[in-house]
């Protein structure tokens, strides 16, 4: 199947509220091309410097969505242009987005990046530590971020019932802070394994990369 068919087959099963983030990393930028021909706007990488080097290549009007661990001192790298960070887990990286933010005259989206799975090694805040920082005297101080929702990865395995539940979870903690956060808008789960069970619990955006361009 062709590139602009496979997000053909995507995008007629998602509902109007869901937005589709093309997870084109890895992939050149011929294949982006076929993306952005049949339509696609909004892509997602998972490294800075990849994806700064294909906003040079790319036409002007894409949404580059960073969706990988940031590392602080690479921000600037994408300050200039990056439209949505999903990744974020700490005040320091915020504090870093804010200051490059500001060097660029601009206000930069972010996404609190929740720990839901099991596994160790993915990233995230817990709600305590979420709480924390939404209160923080340092976060209420900045000018130059705006946390505009939550993202999350559920737990690598084949078990539907765990995975509902990790993102039921995600869902749960969502709704708790969008009543006091109105800028609150959007809740970023699910993957090409797993993205028909986000929506069913709730997610606004879906990050979906194989189901589109193929095997990485
Ligand atoms: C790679 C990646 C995706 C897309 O994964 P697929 O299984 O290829 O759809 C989504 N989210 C994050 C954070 C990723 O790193």
Redesign the pocket.
């Known amino acids: 199947m062709s590139i602009a068919k496979n997000l053909l087959s995507i995008k007629v099963t998602l509902p109007e509220h869901v937005t589709l983030v093309a ?1 084109s ?1 890895t992939k050149p930028v011929a294949e982006l091309m076929e993306a952005y021909e049949a339509g696609q706007r909004i892509f ?1 990488e ?1 490294k800075i410097q990849e994806m700064a080097e294909k906003w040079e290549q790319m036409p002007k009007d894409v949404d580059w969505h960073m ?2 661990h940031v590392q602080t001192n690479k921000v600037k790298f994408m300050a200039q242009f990056v439209t949505l960070i ?2 974020v887990d700490s005040l320091k990286l915020l504090q870093e987005i804010n200051k490059q933010a500001q060097k660029n005259s601009r206000i930069i989206d972010c996404l609190l990046q929740i720990h839901i799975a099991k596994e160790e090694t993915k990233f995230g805040l817990d709600e305590q530590e979420l709480a924390s920082l939404l209160s923080s005297d340092e976060f209420q101080e900045m000018k130059n971020i705006r946390i505009v929702g939550l993202m999350g ?1 559920a737990t690598f395995t084949d078990n539907k019932e765990q995975i509902k539940k990790e993102f039921t979870h995600l869902k749960s903690i969502f709704d708790q802070f969008t009543i006091h956060n109105s800028q609150f808008t959007i809740l970023s789960m699910g ?3 797993d993205y028909q069970l986000a929506i069913e619990c709730g997610s606004t955006m879906v ?5 589109i361009f193929g095997g ?1």
Request: no cysteine; glycine share 28%; aromatic share 0%.
């Open positions: 997870v990393k997602g998972n969706i990988g999903h990744g990865m993957m090409s394994g990050r979906i990369g194989s189901s990485r």
